[in-house]
């Protein structure tokens, strides 16, 4: 006998096996599109069994086939709602169903006359009381696994929760969590509840998760730890599964519109794979992570496009004819349609923001990064695709105004003004590339720069030095970062360990001072940074 969540046709399909009264039929499907009830079928070929559980709390419907009764099967549908829900489980029954319930582990509410109300409190062991010994915990766990094997198994018994959510899905080698960006504040402006999966992050670990750009709360990931660790220690999760999986059950819970992952790294076996989206992307294929990915754009490509899904359109920014020859092949085996982005054109830099023309949208960015041009055009194509069959709707104002007021951390962000200081997450090659571009307009530069151990650091630097000869590498606190003599080389730079003296000597800088490379170096600097000009 097969449980799981059930999706789109099926659930009309629960409704009229279950329910010949067209009013009630009504509400059902109602309830259904406003993301307020849910059902769990048993299949066994058909399906004879089904329970819906309202706002993720309340049994509301319960119902077995005739000739299926008696195996069991209804047991088996309330045990996974209950495996299933965070908070307590409520249902009212009558006298007939009361010892069933009971037997499950349900109590007695409130009596009434013909009917109990009955409740299922979970027996959690509260492991933690407060949010950092989540994160310590979370973080001790094993870092990425490289196969989806056990994280399919998990989800699958927790009947594949993730279908209930409307998802995009992002990948790429650099620009995922800006595009990710474009597309949230277009659809937020559009009126619309979106959640956002992105990492690395640059304030605290919880920005991992956001609905409508504020990340989960300390209390609220409390809770899902505190429900579901036993859950994901049994099966073994990695770190990041365990936060892919605790941010599906958070946006289920607050009934989201859409939710955009962006993919960790790679793509066929990134833990966000596990979801079923309407539509994915690739920013672009770049040299990075070769040790996991390969070492050739091909090989990289054909990773990446692992998160294609039979007959989902892919949408790519990628320009290089061995990456799209890759992507054809894929999609053409899956069904998918291979979209690719347009001609930007007039694109036009303004000193803080940029313009320029694509499809018939005239469009202004609150940024002076050149690759951002780039980044939104991709979440325009994604967007128009969506709006064209239907899954969503939005003015040309509210796609204009979004795109305008979208604005990312740390992707060449403006930090001080005195001395102008604009720090940029270009962690490996391709991104010092696309932060030249941006760049090179200055004069004055200095730059502090600082890497992980895997990225092409000699590439980098020497992209660096065509900007200036005033540079400073650093090292920060991260396990994976580089030594400054493995940065320096032979190049003509200055070495200063302690980034902290590197950023107090910037401030007596007179021009412009870059901070850049890795995303967990700016994560440091940049409170430090904004301390200080809290502080003058």
Known sequence: MELRILRGHEIKEAAQLFYNDQQSLLEILTLSRQKKLFFIGAFEKKLVGVIGIYEFQHIKYLCVLESYRHQGIASDLIRK???LSCDDLYVTVSQTLEPLYKQLGFEILED?????????RHQIQKRFTHYQQVHDFIASQKQRVYALDNFKRFMKDMGNPQI??????????NGKGSTTNYIRSVLQNAGYKVATFTSPVLVTRL?????????????EIITYANRYMDLCLEYELSM?????????????KHRVDFAVFEVGLGGDLDATNIIYPMICANTNIGLDHVEYLGNTYEQIARTKAGIVKEGIPYVTGEKKSECLNVFQNICDKLHSPLIQTRHIENIQDHGYYLTYDYRHYHVRLNTSAIYQCQNSALAIEILEYLKEYEYLTYTDEQLLNGLLEATWAGRFETVCQHPLIIIDGAHNKEGIEAFYQSAKKYSHIKIIFSALKDKDTHAMMEMLLKLTDDITVCEFDFYRAQTVEKLAENFPVKIEKDWHKAIDQAFLHEGVVFVTGSLYFLAQVRPYILEHQKNK
């Open 164 to 173: 209930l959510l409307k998802s995009i899905h992002i990948g790429g080698t």
């Open 240 to 252: 990041f599964e365990i936060e892919v999986f605790i941010a599906i059950m958070f946006f289920i």
């Open 112 to 120: 009434q006359l013909t009917e109990q109300k009955l409740v299922y």
């Open 207 to 219: 920005e991992i998760m956001r609905i409508n750009n504020q990340h989960i709360q300390e209390d």
């Open 81 to 83: 709602a209950i495996q």
